[in-house]
């Protein structure tokens, strides 16, 4: 509606101007008129500046610009988050997952917590990217709907001897001892009839153990939640022989297949 005023506003200053131009060159050169012709030319230049219009539409078109931009950061964002085949395995760099799923998850975060990055410097995990962000999201929409009016969420990944681990915290009401246990239980949910299916955090169990990973949460009243995700970097034969002690290393181990 703004742009559309600011538009007419100055469609018609611009018509009036015209029609001033036009009455100039068929004037006879009266120097009366064209004088009264030209104090309407300035007082339509000082309308101009007084409503500040060009200035105003520059600001709208700068304006417009941006959120162009934002639209193209978000579609790419879809993108990558969808990733189109949900089943699709692929290296990927968690630390770009969780940017996706904030960037999904910006207009219920934005009114409810400031973000705080701590990323490491973690190499990339061979996973579905689709079902990975899934979780993201999940954690992060359940973080901000613990915290009642301004909180902060904390995101921190590190690369471990054989996992990368993401913890997600928040600083918001925390979680009752006795309902820990049953978080991850499918339908299981203490959210209002309507607000929550409290299939959010089962599927996120499922996603995890399904890679190979594990997901832990700890949580104090008054405090706030962590959700600690650990996503293997190597198979379950390389895992083995790492905890057995057979090799010291990923590395020996692909040595010895050679």
Excluded at 45 to 50: F, G, N
């Amino acid at each position: 509606a703004l742009v559309n005023e600011q538009l007419d506003t100055l469609a018609s200053l611009v018509d009036a101007a015209a029609d001033q131009a036009k009455l100039l060159n068929e004037s006879d050169r009266d120097d009366i008129v064209w004088n009264d012709q030209l104090s309407t030319v300035a007082s339509i230049a000082q309308s101009l500046h007084e409503e500040d219009v060009m200035i105003e539409m520059a600001e709208l078109l700068k304006a417009s610009v941006s959120g162009l931009d934002r639209i193209a950061e978000m579609v790419l964002s879809l993108k990558d988050f969808s990733r189109l085949d949900r089943k699709k395995v692929d290296q990927v760099n968690l630390n770009e997952g969780l940017d996706s799923a904030l960037m999904i998850a910006q207009n219920t975060l934005k009114h409810k917590a400031e973000v705080v990055k701590k990323y490491g410097d973690i190499p990339p995990v061979k996973c579905a990217p689709s079902q990975i962000n899934q979780v993201f999201l999940n954690m992060l929409v359940n973080a901000a709907q613990a915290i009642e009016e301004w909180g902060t969420i904390t995101l921190t990944t590190v690369a471990k001897r054989n996992h990368v681990e993401v913890t997600i915290e928040d600083d918001g009401q925390g979680i009752p001892e006795d309902v820990l246990p049953n978080i991850f239980n499918p339908f299981y949910t203490t959210k209002d009839v309507g607000e929550g299916t409290g299939l959010g955090l089962a599927i996120s169990y499922q996603i995890i153990e399904q890679h190979g990973g594990e997901i832990s949460v700890e949580s104090t009243i008054g405090q706030g939640t962590r959700f600690t995700i650990s996503l293997p970097l190597v198979s379950d034969v390389e895992v083995k022989m790492l905890k057995s002690g057979v090799i010291e290393s990923i590395d020996e181990y692909h040595l010895e297949e050679q």
